[in-house]
T-cell receptor
Framework: GQNIDQPTEMTATEGAIVQINCTYQ??????LFWYQQHAGEAPTFLSY????GLEEKGRFSSFLSRSKGYSYLLLKELQMKDSASYLC????????????FGTGTKLQVIP | DGGITQSPKYLFRKEGQNVTLSCEQN?????MYWYRQDPGQGLRLIYY???????QKGDIAEGYSVSREKKESFPLTVTSAQKNPTAFYLC????????????FGEGSRLTVL
């Protein structure tokens, strides 16, 4: 089966850096996604990691350690518009279609 | 612009009624999905389709039905057999490849009165 754990809520200050962790246990592994979802809206794709290491995209970076079943999303220079839920999702091996999502981390950015 | 269109955005239904949610994509993606999202829970997979005229049950298919008669369209019917249908429903599509990320529609919020 699949199990993905993320903190439920986090609060951070505008301009700061925040790290959102995700741990997973899946039957095989074929990539990890991070999505951003504003309240009442559709999730939007942020990043995809399949190899160990850090992927950087502007203010957002995502890290993966396959041996530890661990990933994090790093948000730098936080802006108020970054207040959203951040969803960690894992694609197990053996089939691209069965992506499993965590419950998401609700991030609140305060002035 | 390419994307996924879901309709309606909001829908109210009486108990015992079936309702169909529309999902159309013009991204030329082979794979399409339906997810359900409830407060405090992650997205849960209802059905997915990898190709026209073929679809597979996801983790919570009971009380739902789908069809895939065209590549662009993947409608979801919430039947009266679904015991707790009030939820936010998300349609997604992707290329049929391991690295393909999911592209989501804007969602349909169904409320059963």
């Amino acid at each position: 089966g699949q199990n993905i754990d993320q903190p439920t809520e986090m609060t951070a200050t505008e301009g700061a850096i925040v790290q959102i962790n995700c741990t997973y246990q899946t039957s095989g592994f074929n990539g990890l996604f991070w999505y951003q979802q504003h309240a009442g809206e559709a999730p939007t794709f942020l990043s995809y990691n399949v190899l160990d290491g850090l992927e950087e995209k502007g203010r957002f970076s995502s890290f993966l350690s396959r041996s530890k079943g661990y990933s994090y999303l790093l948000l730098k220079e936080l802006q108020m518009k970054d207040s959203a839920s951040y969803l960690c999702a894992v694609r197990p091996s053996g089939g691209y279609q069965k992506v499993t999502f965590g419950t998401g981390t609700k991030l609140q950015v305060i002035p | 612009d390419g994307g996924i269109t879901q309709s309606p955005k909001y829908l109210f239904r009486k108990e015992g009624q079936n309702v169909t949610l529309s999902c159309e994509q013009n991204l030329n993606h082979d794979a399409m999905y339906w997810y359900r999202q409830d407060p405090g829970q992650g997205l849960r997979l209802i059905y997915y389709s990898q190709i026209v005229n073929d679809f597979q049950k996801g983790d919570i298919a009971e009380g739902y039905s789908v069809s895939r008669e065209k590549k662009e369209s993947f409608p979801l019917t919430v039947t009266s057999a679904q015991k707790n249908p009030t939820a936010f429903y998300l349609c997604a599509s992707s290329i049929a490849r391991e690295t393909g990320e999911l592209f989501f529609g804007e969602g349909s919020r169904l409320t059963v009165l």
